[in-house]
């Protein structure tokens, strides 16, 4: 972490987030009970983000602490004890009487996204076969911990960052601007002080993106922030696309599956004060606004000295209120622009691992001709292939005529006439040791041939890009 989050992780670790006043009457209904029970206490505070971090934080002042990792709110409230939880509903604070206005409203947003967040990651673990979904749940409960606190400890600048995300900033790219660093940073940071169960963790970032758990409950969680505010959005489009791709349906399929959840969760939920989305929901017969973006972002290039890169407009905004690319798009197009610009070629290519490692697909193309298109580039792995042997270990390859014969049999059919079978260069993407994807370039139907300085400098540009990933 750099400095300044270390600042903020300080700046914020000590303050508890609030719990809802009906979680904590709740609660204290149950302790006061005869029939009360660790199972009923469980199911009121696992959709309160500030009462399950709290009994989370607890688990740290334990004098014996379990030798397997707590992982579960179920199983965490026992090695507390009753007397803990009943101290707790005393202590701490109450949101609604903690927060007003636009703070209250804010905080109430990232409560609901995280509540659902929580039954969509319980859901999908489910479907996908999971063992102990409740701890999925729970991660996806904690997922935003550092908007949440911010929200409590510095609501100005949280009102700052919805300033820039009103004029078309991405919430990481607004924490960006005003913060110096994403928030996802600040919830590793926070959750790593907290010492929070270590899936709350992986689920930060790219590094753990294509390992099953973690992508799980960053799924759920993308999917909440996305159909939060309506569901004819490009950005509910978007992960719609992805969760349709994530659990093999199609997005008609997907659609159906998400909207029967987020009913699911407004009937779990109904009883709590939070926004619920399902009441959002298209009603039969309204049509579901089409995404204009295809899968795959080309980027047109001009024979001339300007970039033109022209994504459309967000919808319900003028073309003057374009939406920044997220960190990591425009570092893979401006690499693939530079192995266009700079060193002389003419097709330029990322394409990504599916979660499950079983395709790779292009999602970033740069195309200066006008020969067969690289963004219909997509190969099975499940068979051995030159892009299975690939992305099994970090290494680059410079298809050429002297290692021709040797290599052109292990490309797929499917893909020989998409690439450029007279030469190439590729290199496989790792990020800490995991694969992610592949850059490829070649000169097209332009014609000429590849030469050891272009593939020495497709090199350099492509590690250089894959240590920013690092970073």
Not at 364 to 381: H, I, R
Request: a positive charge; glycine letters at 6%.
């Amino acid at each position: 972490m750099s400095d300044s989050v270390n600042d903020w992780v300080r700046r914020l670790h000590t303050d508890p987030l609030p719990a809802l006043h009906r979680t904590l009457k709740q609660v204290r209904e149950v302790l006061n009970s005869i029939s009360g029970s660790h199972a009923a206490i469980s199911k009121l505070v696992e959709h309160d983000p500030g009462f399950s971090l709290a009994i989370f934080r607890q688990l740290r002042t334990l004098p014996n602490k379990s030798r397997e990792p707590v992982t579960k709110i179920a199983n965490a409230i026992p090695l507390l004890g009753m007397d803990t939880i009943e101290r707790m509903t005393r202590e701490l604070p109450v949101l609604e009487d903690l927060l007003k206005g636009p703070p209250r409203r804010g905080l109430l947003d990232c409560y609901s996204r995280a509540a659902h967040a929580a039954i969509y990651a319980a859901n999908l673990a489910e479907r996908l076969g999971h063992h102990h979904p409740e701890a999925f749940a729970n991660a996806a409960l904690l997922h935003d911990i550092g908007e949440m606190a911010l929200w409590v400890a510095e609501p100005d600048t949280m009102k700052n960052m919805q300033a820039h995300i009103k004029q078309g900033d991405g919430h990481e790219d607004a924490a960006l601007e005003v913060l110096g660093f994403t928030l996802e940073e600040l919830n590793l940071g926070l959750g790593n002080r907290w010492e929070l169960p270590e899936l709350v963790q992986e689920s930060q970032g790219l590094f753990n993106s294509y390992q099953p758990r973690p992508l799980t409950v960053m799924m759920a969680a993308a999917v909440a922030r996305a159909t939060a505010s309506g569901w004819n959005s490009h950005d509910a489009s978007d992960k719609l696309e992805l969760l349709a791709e994530f659990i093999g349906i199609s997005e008609t399929q997907a659609s159906t599956y998400l909207h029967r959840l987020a009913v699911t969760a407004a009937n779990q939920l109904q009883s709590l004060p939070l926004p619920l989305p399902a009441f959002r929901l298209p009603q039969t017969g309204v049509t579901r606004k089409k995404k204009p973006q295809a899968p795959v972002t080309k980027i047109e290039q001009p024979r001339g000295n300007r970039l033109a890169v022209k994504p459309p407009p967000a919808s319900g905004k003028s073309p003057q209120a374009k939406p920044k690319a997220n960190p990591l798009q425009a570092l893979l197009t401006r690499t693939l622009h530079a192995l266009c610009d700079e060193h002389g070629l003419e097709r330029a290519m990322f394409a990504m691992l599916s979660p499950d490692r079983k395709t790779l697909k292009a999602r970033f193309v740069v195309d200066k001709n006008n020969g067969a298109s690289l963004k219909t580039f997509e190969v099975d792995l499940h068979s051995p292939n030159l892009f299975s042997i690939l992305v099994k270990k970090p290494q680059a390859l410079w298809l050429n005529p002297d290692n021709l014969v040797k290599y052109l049999p292990s490309i797929p059919e499917s893909v020989v006439r998409t690439v450029c079978s007279s030469g190439f260069f590729i290199i496989s993407v790792f990020i800490k040791d995991k694969p992610i994807g592949v850059f490829y370039a070649d000169v097209g139907s332009a014609g000429g041939s590849l030469n050891t300085d272009q593939f020495n400098n497709f090199k350099t540009t492509c590690r250089r890009a894959m240590q920013e990933l690092t970073r």
